[in-house]
């Protein structure tokens, strides 16, 4: 084990600065929006949270100024110190708009938001400011983009290591040869829907009464909370606030196509229209959702709560397709999941949770490409000990080209895939030993570490703050797909250990 | 870096995943009935 040296040190603290001074950057739209709204108390706060930032960041960049380039290691490093200073500078805001009951409640929302998950903490959301809000919102836009993304699209032209910051954010697709070229396709997709998507809620939130400049906000923040398939709106209804079918169907095309893989909406920018119908991830989706849609149907003819077809169909698609995607929108009061879906409706919803959406989207879970490789692995051996000896068997899967199974990317997946499960595992058995039902317990703690942000109820602030605290680590493992997290841990014991 | 090609297209890639979207409805619409039937 190799101790990192001082200018290893140095480099991960740089290119962290940099990152840092984005965070700065990206909360002047928040102080745009509350200076627009003359809510002056709350610019003040945003003038604190981006004097901060800029003040760490450009403080780390001078301090350590470095000409070396990354390395694999020095960029995974880079991504998990980034998101917890990130989180911290992000939660000054939070903490001093009053609406927060504690640091770590602060914490946990912003967490919560870059990691799109949606679970929140803060306090009377129904009356926070509209800049507030709009932090909260790009928070979660721009972690699901990835905040290492957007500080390639900007801060890093030419950066020959990037690749590096890149990969540890759990994005491994390559749109271009060049990442930086990557960076910025994924952010034209982005814009591109982000134009469409906030349009169409907006109008719809007009024609349902709301007045022009609310109906462009609540538009543009329901856009940003289904795309990034976080789950923020900005009131403690969620979209159950709007009673609107044409809403909830917006809601679902949005968050469906954001937690589509990058490269699938790159392919098909590029006019390739069979690939929506022959990749592994979409046919995956497809087929887990059909499977967790009956389960959740057969819960819920059980209890009876849905008589009308069209009710039924309106609630449970809305709720399923929000968990499978791990967006957390929702259209039913949390207890009602307890009360009156049932168990067997809250393992359908649970399973979907587990799985999540695509590889390099915005999504969480395990992901829809490692269940279909594992699929794909079970299908093999199944060849196999039907094939004579002497036969040859390959599985072959498509995913923008042609693939061959091979055995370094079952290995990938599996160990991923495992990882997850014992989060999950030890997410669920938290909540039992702090008293929760079995049930309960798991689905909030598969909700938190697969980045959905559905609640059953389960997370208030009265919460135990040491699970407040495990739902925040599980967040973050879980939206950098723990090689990150791994990697400082393993950058903290090299220090200490190393030769 | 955005491929002169690639620019005219993006309205109708949207368009291809709102259908996608409305087939998966489609399915799960025709799977709920389906259960229901064989739960009564």
Request: proline share 3%; with cysteine.
């Amino acid at each position: 084990m190799i101790r990192p040296r001082r200018a290893d040190h140095a480099l991960v603290a740089a290119y962290t600065g940099r990152v840092i001074v984005g965070v700065g950057l990206l909360m002047c739209i928040p102080l745009v929006t509350a200076l627009l709204f003359a809510e002056w108390d709350v610019a003040v706060d945003f003038a604190v949270g981006i004097l901060a930032s800029s003040a760490i960041g450009l403080g780390l960049q001078t301090l350590f100024h470095t000409r070396h380039e990354l390395r694999r290691r020095h960029g995974l490093v880079v991504v998990s110190v980034a998101w917890l200073v990130a989180t911290a500078v992000g939660a000054i805001p939070f903490w001093l708009s009053g609406h927060m009951g504690s640091v770590i409640d602060a914490s946990f929302d912003v967490m919560s938001g870059l990691t799109t998950t949606g679970l929140y903490l803060i306090q009377d959301l129904d009356h926070v400011s509209n800049g507030l809000n709009m932090w909260r919102h790009v928070l979660t836009f721009a972690g699901g983009l990835g905040i290492v993304v957007i500080a390639l699209t900007f801060l890093f032209r030419g950066t020959v290591g990037a690749y590096q910051l890149y990969v540890g954010e759990g994005k491994d697709e390559r749109l271009f040869p060049n990442v930086v070229h990557t960076a910025r396709a994924i952010g034209s997709v982005s814009l591109t829907w982000l134009a469409v998507g906030t349009t169409v809620l907006a109008v719809i939130a007009f024609a349902l009464g709301q007045p022009p400049a609310r109906a462009v906000l609540h538009g543009l923040w329901l856009f940003m909370g289904g795309f990034s398939t976080g789950g923020f709106a900005p009131q403690s209804y969620n979209t159950f606030w709007y009673h609107s079918a044409a809403f909830e169907a917006a809601c679902v095309a949005i968050f469906v196509a954001g937690s589509l893989n990058f490269a699938l909406h790159w392919a098909l920018w590029r006019g390739e229209r069979a690939e929506i119908r022959r990749n592994i991830e979409v046919i995956s989706f497809a087929v887990t959702f059909s499977v967790f849609f009956a389960v959740v149907s057969a819960g819920l003819a059980q209890s009876g709560i849905y008589p009308d077809a069209a009710v039924f169909f309106r609630k449970a698609f809305y709720l399923l397709a929000s968990a499978h995607t791990t967006t957390g929108f929702g259209t039913i009061y949390s207890r009602t999941l307890v009360v009156q879906w049932g168990p067997v409706a809250m393992m359908g919803i649970i399973a979907a949770m587990v799985i999540g959406a695509s590889t390099c989207s915005t999504a969480g879970g395990i992901k829809g490409f490692r269940v279909g490789v594992i699929t794909k692995v079970f299908l093999e051996d199944i060849r196999r000990m039907v094939s004579p000896d002497s036969a040859i068997v390959t599985e072959r899967f498509h995913h923008i080209r042609d693939y061959v199974l091979q055995e370094e990317t079952v290995r990938s997946v599996l160990t991923i895939t495992i990882a997850y499960l014992t989060m999950y595992a030890l997410m669920t058995l938290i909540g039992v030993m702090n008293g929760y039902p079995m049930v309960e317990a798991a689905f909030e703690g598969v909700s938190a570490a697969s980045n959905t942000g559905l609640s059953c109820g389960v997370l208030t602030p009265a919460m135990p703050a040491s699970m407040r605290i495990a739902y925040t680590v599980a967040m973050w493992l879980g939206r950098v797909e723990f090689l990150s997290v791994f990697a400082l841990v393993g950058w903290g014991i090299a220090t200490v250990r190393g030769r | 870096m955005v491929e002169r090609a690639a620019i005219g297209r993006p309205i109708a890639a949207i368009g291809i995943e709102v259908a996608a979207v409305a087939a998966l409805a489609s399915v799960a619409f025709l799977v709920e009935l389906l259960v229901r039937w064989s739960l009564q």
